[in-house]
C-alpha cells in the first residue's frame, strides 16, 4: 500500500477550514474538484474550479482592493474582484507591508513565579547553572583554512568506543573566518563560535585555526575545558590531527565526572524554529508547538522563536505581547535593521516564501508570517537578542535570526538552546551538530512519506483524530525524553548542518 494517504471523498462539512469569524476565505483540507459545495460556520459556497490541498477559497465575493483576511488578519489584498468559490493565489492577491499599528504595554508585566513542582528531566548540570541535554566534546574551526582539519580529527573517533557520558566528538567546519571586513561581521562570528565554545552541551572543546587568518584563535579564551592550537604551530594537518587528539583525550579523562542527574523542566532551552512551511503550518503544527511554548514558560523555562523575516506581518502581534515597551521597540528595531540588510542588495521580505512554500499555499509573507508566529504560543514577550547573543530566560524569547533554516538553528545553538523543536510541511530535513531536534509534521501525507525525518505528526489535528492541545503535550513528553537522552530521528539519521550568518562582503 502506498504510503501516500488515500484522501476520503469530502463532505461540505470537513472540505474546508474556518480560522476566525471574520475571515473572508477558507482553507481546503483535502483537494477539492470544481462544484464541491464547501460550508464552514456562516458561509456555503460551491467552489468554481478545483483548489489544491491547503489553498484557499473564496468564501464571499471579494471586490478588487478589498482585504483578504486569515486568522481575522490582513494578508494582502485583492488584485481583482473574486467571486466565490474561487481559488485564492499568488495570481489574484497583491502583497503590500502596509503601515501596521502598535499597541506597547504601558505597563511591566512581572516574571510569574514558577510552580513549585514541575515535570524534571536527567540532564548534565554546568557550573553557570545551565543544562546540557547531551555531553560533546566540540572541534570548532576558527576559519575555512582549518575546517577540513577539524573534520578529520572529529571522523577519527567514528569507529572508536568513547565513555558512555560522552555524546561523540564533533566539528565545526564552515566557510568563514578569513576575507571579512574587520567589525560587525567579524563580531558576529566570533561571538557564534563562542557559543558553540561555551554551549551547555558541550563539555570540552578545541578551537582550531591556520594561524593567519582575519579570525584568530587568541580571540576566544583558553581554559581548562578549552584548548586553542593553530596548523601552523602544530606542523601540519597530519601533525594537528595527533596534537588534537592527544589534548582531547585529557579532555574525556576531565569529562569523566559528567553524569546526567534529575533536573527541573525549567532548564529547558527550546529553540521555535520552521522550514518548508505549508499551509498547515498555522493550523497544526506551529499552534501545537505554541501550547508547547507556553506550558514551558508557565514552568519557568525558556522558548525562543526566531526568523526575523518570517514575522513581518505579525510582528504586531508579538509587540503587544512585549514585557515592557522597551522589549517591544527592540523587536521593531530588529526588523529595521534587517530591512536595511535587505534594502542594500534590493530585497524584498516577500522575497522569503520559497516556491514550496506557495505550492503549499502560502502566498506571500504576510500569511506565512501569522502562521509561523504561532510557534511563540501566547506569553508574555520577556526577551530579545541579536543573533548569536546569550539568552537569559526565562519566559518566551526571541532572536533575530534569516529565516533561512542552517543559519537561524545555528544562531539558536550559540545562544545557548539546548533543544530545537523545527515544524515542516514540506519535510525539511536538517539537525545540528550538539543540539537535539525534533521534527514536527504539519501534515499527515509528508509524515507518513518521510518517516525517517520525522518525530511526531501533527497533521492528526487537520485529520480530526487530536486537538492541539493533545499534540502539544506530546511534544513537551517527547521534548523531556529527548533532553534525558533519546535521540531524535535526525540525530541518528547523523544530521551536523552548521551555518554562521556572514552579513559583510566577502574580501
Given at each position: 500500500?502506498?504510503?501516500?494517504?488515500?484522501?476520503?471523498?469530502?463532505?461540505?462539512?470537513?472540505?474546508?477550514?474556518?480560522?476566525?469569524?471574520?475571515?473572508?476565505?477558507?482553507?481546503?483540507?483535502?483537494?477539492?474538484?470544481?462544484?464541491?459545495?464547501?460550508?464552514?460556520?456562516?458561509?456555503?459556497?460551491?467552489?468554481?474550479?478545483?483548489?489544491?490541498?491547503?489553498?484557499?477559497?473564496?468564501?464571499?465575493?471579494?471586490?478588487?482592493?478589498?482585504?483578504?483576511?486569515?486568522?481575522?488578519?490582513?494578508?494582502?489584498?485583492?488584485?481583482?474582484?473574486?467571486?466565490?468559490g474561487a481559488h485564492v493565489h499568488?495570481?489574484?492577491?497583491?502583497?503590500?507591508?502596509?503601515?501596521?499599528?502598535?499597541?506597547?504595554?504601558?505597563?511591566?508585566?512581572?516574571?510569574?513565579?514558577?510552580?513549585?513542582?514541575?515535570?524534571?528531566?536527567?540532564?548534565?548540570?554546568?557550573?553557570?547553572?545551565?543544562?546540557?541535554?547531551?555531553?560533546?566534546?566540540?572541534?570548532?574551526?576558527?576559519?575555512?583554512?582549518?575546517?577540513?582539519?577539524?573534520?578529520?580529527?572529529?571522523?577519527?573517533?567514528?569507529?572508536?568506543?568513547?565513555?558512555?557520558?560522552?555524546?561523540?566528538?564533533?566539528?565545526?567546519?564552515?566557510?568563514?573566518?578569513?576575507?571579512?571586513?574587520?567589525?560587525?561581521?567579524?563580531?558576529?562570528?566570533?561571538?557564534?563560535?563562542?557559543?558553540?565554545?561555551?554551549?551547555?552541551?558541550?563539555?570540552?572543546?578545541?578551537?582550531?585555526?591556520?594561524?593567519?587568518?582575519?579570525?584568530?584563535?587568541?580571540?576566544?579564551?583558553?581554559?581548562?575545558?578549552?584548548?586553542?592550537?593553530?596548523?601552523?604551530?602544530?606542523?601540519?594537518?597530519?601533525?594537528?590531527v595527533a596534537a588534537a587528539r592527544?589534548?582531547?583525550?585529557?579532555?574525556?579523562?576531565?569529562?569523566?565526572?559528567?553524569?546526567?542527574?534529575?533536573?527541573?523542566?525549567?532548564?529547558?532551552?527550546?529553540?521555535?524554529?520552521?522550514?518548508?512551511?505549508?499551509?498547515?503550518?498555522?493550523?497544526?503544527?506551529?499552534?501545537?508547538?505554541?501550547?508547547?511554548?507556553?506550558?514551558?514558560?508557565?514552568?519557568?523555562?525558556?522558548?525562543?522563536?526566531?526568523?526575523?523575516?518570517?514575522?513581518?506581518?505579525?510582528?504586531?502581534?508579538?509587540?503587544?505581547?512585549?514585557?515592557?515597551?522597551?522589549?517591544?521597540?527592540?523587536?521593531?528595531?530588529?526588523?529595521?535593521?534587517?530591512?536595511?540588510?535587505?534594502?542594500?542588495?534590493?530585497?524584498?521580505?516577500?522575497?522569503?516564501?520559497?516556491?514550496?512554500?506557495?505550492?503549499?499555499?502560502?502566498?506571500?509573507?504576510?500569511?506565512?508570517?501569522?502562521?509561523?508566529?504561532?510557534?511563540?504560543?501566547?506569553?508574555?514577550?520577556?526577551?530579545?537578542?541579536?543573533?548569536?547573543?546569550?539568552?537569559?530566560?526565562?519566559?518566551?524569547?526571541?532572536?533575530?535570526?534569516?529565516?533561512?533554516?542552517?543559519?537561524?538553528?545555528?544562531?539558536?545553538?550559540?545562544?545557548?538552546?539546548?533543544?530545537?523543536?523545527?515544524?515542516?510541511?514540506?519535510?525539511?530535513?536538517?539537525?545540528?551538530?550538539?543540539?537535539?531536534?525534533?521534527?514536527?509534521?504539519?501534515?499527515?501525507?509528508?509524515?507518513?512519506?518521510?518517516?525517517?525525518?520525522?518525530?511526531?505528526?501533527?497533521?492528526?489535528?487537520?485529520?480530526?483524530?487530536?486537538?492541539?492541545?493533545?499534540?502539544?503535550?506530546?511534544?513537551?513528553?517527547?521534548?523531556?525524553?529527548?533532553?534525558?537522552?533519546?535521540?531524535?530521528?535526525?540525530?541518528?539519521?547523523?544530521?551536523?548542518?552548521?551555518?554562521?550568518?556572514?552579513?559583510?562582503?566577502?574580501?
Amino acid at each position: 500500500m502506498s504510503l501516500v494517504e488515500i484522501q476520503k471523498l469530502p463532505t461540505a462539512d470537513n472540505a474546508a477550514i474556518l480560522l476566525h469569524p471574520s475571515d473572508n476565505i477558507a482553507i481546503a483540507r483535502l483537494t477539492l474538484p470544481p462544484g464541491q459545495v464547501v460550508a464552514v460556520p456562516g458561509s456555503e459556497v460551491t467552489l468554481r474550479e478545483a483548489v489544491p490541498v491547503g489553498h484557499k477559497l473564496a468564501l464571499r465575493r471579494i471586490e478588487a482592493g478589498e482585504n483578504l483576511l486569515r486568522y481575522g488578519q490582513i494578508i494582502g489584498l485583492a488584485l481583482n474582484t473574486i467571486e466565490p468559490g474561487a481559488h485564492v493565489h499568488t495570481h489574484n492577491v497583491g502583497f503590500d507591508e502596509g503601515q501596521r499599528r502598535y499597541e506597547f504595554p504601558e505597563h511591566e508585566t512581572p516574571l510569574p513565579a514558577p510552580p513549585a513542582e514541575v515535570p524534571t528531566f536527567q540532564g548534565y548540570l554546568r557550573a553557570d547553572g545551565r543544562a546540557g541535554t547531551r555531553n560533546y566534546i566540540a572541534v570548532v574551526a576558527a576559519s575555512n583554512c582549518a575546517a577540513h582539519t577539524a573534520e578529520l580529527i572529529a571522523h577519527s573517533y567514528l569507529n572508536e568506543t568513547l565513555p558512555a557520558n560522552i555524546d561523540g566528538v564533533v566539528a565545526f567546519p564552515h566557510g568563514e573566518g578569513c576575507g571579512h571586513a574587520i567589525g560587525p561581521d567579524t563580531v558576529q562570528l566570533r561571538r557564534t563560535l563562542l557559543g558553540i565554545l561555551d554551549h551547555p552541551n558541550v563539555t570540552a572543546a578545541i578551537v582550531l585555526g591556520l594561524g593567519c587568518e582575519v579570525n584568530q584563535i587568541d580571540q576566544y579564551p583558553g581554559s581548562a575545558r578549552v584548548v586553542g592550537m593553530t596548523l601552523q604551530d602544530s606542523g601540519g594537518t597530519l601533525a594537528t590531527v595527533a596534537a588534537a587528539r592527544h589534548e582531547i583525550a585529557r579532555l574525556i579523562g576531565q569529562a569523566s565526572v559528567d553524569h546526567r542527574i534529575t533536573l527541573p523542566a525549567s532548564k529547558i532551552c527550546l529553540g521555535l524554529n520552521c522550514g518548508g512551511s505549508d499551509s498547515f503550518s498555522g493550523i497544526t503544527a506551529n499552534p501545537a508547538l505554541g501550547f508547547c511554548s507556553d506550558a514551558l514558560a508557565r514552568l519557568g523555562a525558556t522558548t525562543v522563536l526566531a526568523e526575523t523575516p518570517e514575522i513581518v506581518g505579525a510582528e504586531h502581534l508579538l509587540v503587544r505581547r512585549a514585557r515592557n515597551r522597551a522589549v517591544g521597540e527592540r523587536l521593531l528595531e530588529m526588523i529595521r535593521s534587517y530591512k536595511t540588510y535587505l534594502d542594500r542588495f534590493g530585497g524584498s521580505f516577500d522575497d522569503n516564501p520559497s516556491p514550496g512554500n506557495k505550492e503549499g499555499g502560502l502566498t506571500n509573507i504576510l500569511e506565512k508570517a501569522l502562521g509561523a508566529v504561532a510557534k511563540g504560543g501566547t506569553s508574555t514577550l520577556n526577551e530579545v537578542v541579536d543573533y548569536a547573543e546569550r539568552i537569559h530566560g526565562p519566559g518566551f524569547a526571541f532572536m533575530n535570526t534569516p529565516g533561512y533554516d542552517p543559519v537561524s538553528l545555528t544562531g539558536l545553538a550559540a545562544g545557548g538552546v539546548n533543544l530545537i523543536a523545527f515544524t515542516t510541511g514540506r519535510g525539511s530535513a536538517i539537525g545540528f551538530p550538539i543540539v537535539p531536534v525534533l521534527k514536527i509534521a504539519t501534515n499527515t501525507q509528508i509524515a507518513r512519506r518521510m518517516l525517517d525525518n520525522m518525530d511526531i505528526n501533527a497533521g492528526t489535528i487537520a485529520d480530526g483524530e487530536a486537538t492541539v492541545e493533545q499534540v502539544g503535550n506530546d511534544i513537551l513528553r517527547t521534548l523531556l525524553s529527548i533532553a534525558s537522552g533519546e535521540r531524535t530521528k535526525s540525530e541518528r539519521l547523523g544530521h551536523q548542518e552548521f551555518v554562521p550568518w556572514r552579513i559583510g562582503p566577502v574580501l
